[in-house]
């Protein structure tokens, strides 16, 4: 691991054949960050767009990428991504400033070696997962000391190089540096900003960050490459650290001198403004990006919107632990057991059972009405809150229009945002926030939001949803198809921090091509009236009916019995008679 690189061009149509040659699993590929515009049923989510790839099968997946970047493919089924299926996804521009020969791959991720896929799928849900031994770049890394190979990017003096880092992570949050080289970032997530100079990059799981090295100035050796690990909540930066080697120029492999480690460091994607317990560290949130204007709205619509609705449709998400749970508005995501985007009709949406403090089980979804601009407020806050969250969004880019993070002190003590209101009866501490709302009302007319961003606003597919804050995003619902909306910390998303985005679906019916499997449980009259709650009550019915019909085949087993015997019988008996007849003398 990592599986091959995919390199194309915008543009540029594909398909690849994705074969499953495990014995006993499912599988699908999902496309990261890849928008799936007119190719809904592309985008590899088992039981949302497609039925699984079962063993043995083959899933030929074809479309048509439109914007260049940095993207990734991994598996949506299980733990499959945590145990390496995955790899880089490059679409290439052709007026991409850095030629390819200089451009580089970095895929960072934690690991342990203790676990196998069906043990971690087992700790994730029993919540046992043991902490990472290893950090690895694109593969690479040591455990205790081993000595095991390493990665090193090979670069040379004078040139404008170009690093691709992807977070492939499973659940932890890393640290990125290159100790002695400041990171040009000129893009996220696949789309362009205006460049912002940093020391280190916060890394969540499934996030993107381009940024290029001037190497004009630079001494010639071996840099060292930084990955840590930093705790869930305030972000501490644990001792351990994962290397790679960064060779400038140099045959001799001496190491080059590096300066200034006493100066500040500038941090971008903190989750608060200002870190905890790290005087010397500045931070740079994702929102203070500028979006280059590259890329144009109307790109992003797989179809015409002057005729559509005009309407501004306002959703609050909550994505937290209610009761323990894992859900977004207390709502436990349950995955459906059909293909949702091709047989929508044997999908139960229902989660009427949940309640403004009560978690549910159900296959959450939202619809979103043709064409409507959709504002959604992402927030984390309620007794569930604690840790912050790295959301993504499948089949859009959405514009990060405003964060708001939790006041933080410097010893590390946090003041959640008051902007939000969780409840009419109960203040948001010992509320779930399942039905959160503006404390002031006019905001629901996002315009009138203080530092709103509706200028040049940063493009993502996965932002971090602060601890005790709230993020807000807009898309416009023109992109037909049902897409996955979810936590990309694997064990939460599991759990059930997802839902599905039911978007302008009389309009995909024109995108779906012909042939998909469709795939559904199979259910006899009787067995379909079953469910897993109404087993245990109907146990004792099934023994006693089991019972009754055992009692009558025994009866019918004795009567058979007894009619064989008097077969039997009667032929004796008949035999007898002819043989006295036989041998009585003639009448005279």
Same mark, same amino acid.
Request: glycine share 6%.
């Given at each position: 691991m990592p599986g091959p690189s995919i390199i194309i061009y915008e543009n540029q149509k594909i398909t690849i054949i994705v074969k499953n040659h495990m014995i006993n699993e499912a599988v699908t590929i999902h496309w990261h960050g890849i928008d799936q515009h007119k190719w809904p049923a592309m985008d590899g989510v088992a039981y949302v767009s497609q039925c699984p790839i079962l063993p043995g099968q083959t /899933?030929?997946?074809?479309?048509?990428?439109? #914007?260049?970047?940095?993207?990734?493919?991994?598996?949506?089924?299980? @733990?499959q991504r945590d145990m390496g299926m995955y790899g880089a996804f490059v679409i290439l521009r052709k007026r991409d400033p850095v030629p390819f020969v200089f451009q580089h791959i970095v895929q960072i991720q934690e690991w342990n070696h203790l676990y196998n896929a069906m043990d971690l799928l087992y700790a994730n849900v029993k919540d046992e997962v043991k902490s990472p031994n290893s950090i690895l770049i694109n593969g690479r890394g040591e455990l205790k000391d081993n000595l095991a190979p390493l990665e090193i990017f090979h670069v040379t003096k004078g040139d404008r190089c170009l690093f691709r880092l992807i977070g492939v992570g499973a659940m932890h949050v890393l640290l990125f540096s290159i100790p002695g080289l400041k990171l040009n970032v000129t893009e996220t997530d696949g789309f362009e900003v205006v460049p912002t100079v940093v020391d280190k990059i916060i890394m969540y799981p499934a996030e993107r960050y381009d940024f290029e090295l001037d190497l004009d100035y630079a001494e010639e050796g071996i840099y060292n490459i930084t990955v840590s690990i930093l705790s869930s909540k305030k972000l501490t930066i644990k001792p351990y650290i994962g290397l790679g080697f960064l060779n400038v120029s140099n045959s001799n492999n001496l190491p080059a001198k590096v300066y200034g480690h006493n100066i500040k460091s500038r941090v971008l994607n903190c989750p608060f403004e200002t870190y905890p317990n790290e005087e010397d560290i500045i931070c740079v949130p994702v929102n203070e990006m500028k979006d280059r204007g590259s890329v144009k709205d109307e790109q992003f619509f797989a179809f015409k919107t002057s005729q559509e609705s005009t309407e501004t449709a306002l959703h609050f998400l909550n994505f937290g632990f209610p009761k323990g749970y894992s859900s977004i508005n207390g709502r436990i995501f349950r995955w459906p057991t059909?293909?949702?985007?091709?047989?929508?009709?044997?999908?139960?949406?229902?989660?009427?059972?949940?309640?403004?403090?009560?978690?549910?089980?159900?296959?959450?979804?939202?619809?979103l009405k043709t064409g409507s601009d959709i504002i959604m407020v992402?927030?984390?806050?309620?007794?569930?809150?604690?840790?912050?969250?790295?959301?993504?969004?499948?089949?859009?880019?959405?514009k990060v229009l405003?964060?708001? #993070?939790?006041?933080?002190?410097?010893?590390?003590? /946090?003041?959640?945002t008051n902007d939000i209101e969780c409840s009419d009866t109960l203040p948001n501490i010992n509320s779930s926030?399942?039905?959160?709302?503006?404390?002031?009302?006019?905001?629901?007319?996002?315009? @009138?939001?203080?530092?709103? @961003?509706?200028?040049?606003?940063?493009?993502?597919?996965?932002?971090?949803?602060?601890?005790?804050?709230y993020v807000i995003i807009k898309i416009k619902a023109a992109n037909p198809g049902v897409? /996955?909306?979810?936590?990309?910390?694997?064990?939460?998303?599991?759990?059930?921090?997802?839902?599905?985005?039911?978007?302008?679906?009389?309009?995909?019916?024109? #995108?779906?091509? @012909?042939?998909?499997?469709?795939?559904?449980?199979?259910?006899?009259?009787?067995?379909?009236?079953?469910?897993?709650?109404?087993?245990?009550?109907?146990?004792?019915?099934?023994?006693?009916?089991?019972?009754?019909?055992g009692s009558v085949v025994g009866i019918l087993l004795v009567v058979i019995l007894l009619l064989i015997v008097y077969i039997?019988?009667?032929?004796?008996?008949?035999?007898?008679?002819?043989?006295?007849?036989?041998?009585?003398?003639p009448r005279p």
């Open positions: /899933f030929n997946y074809t479309f048509q990428p439109t #914007f260049g970047g940095s993207y990734w493919y991994h598996s949506h089924v299980g @733990n059909v293909s949702a985007l091709t047989q929508p009709s044997e999908v139960d949406t229902d989660c009427s059972k949940c309640t403004d403090e009560e978690t549910c089980h159900c296959s959450h979804s939202l619809n992402l927030l984390n806050l309620g007794t569930g809150a604690f840790i912050s969250h790295p959301i993504h969004m499948h089949g859009h880019t959405y405003k964060m708001e #993070f939790p006041e933080v002190t410097i010893d590390g003590n /946090f003041t959640f926030c399942n039905n959160a709302r503006w404390r002031n009302s006019s905001w629901n007319d996002y315009k @009138n939001i203080p530092g709103i @961003n509706t200028v040049d606003a940063v493009r993502k597919d996965t932002i971090v949803v602060p601890y005790g804050g897409w /996955f909306m979810h936590c990309h910390i694997d064990k939460h998303m599991v759990e059930g921090m997802a839902l599905m985005l039911n978007e302008s679906f009389e309009k995909t019916r024109r #995108f779906i091509p @012909n042939g998909l499997p469709t795939c559904h449980s199979y259910l006899t009259e009787m067995s379909g009236k079953l469910s897993a709650t109404s087993a245990s009550q109907t146990s004792s019915t099934t023994d006693s009916t089991t019972y009754r019909l039997i019988w009667k032929k004796r008996t008949s035999s007898t008679t002819s043989n006295d007849m036989a041998m009585q003398p």
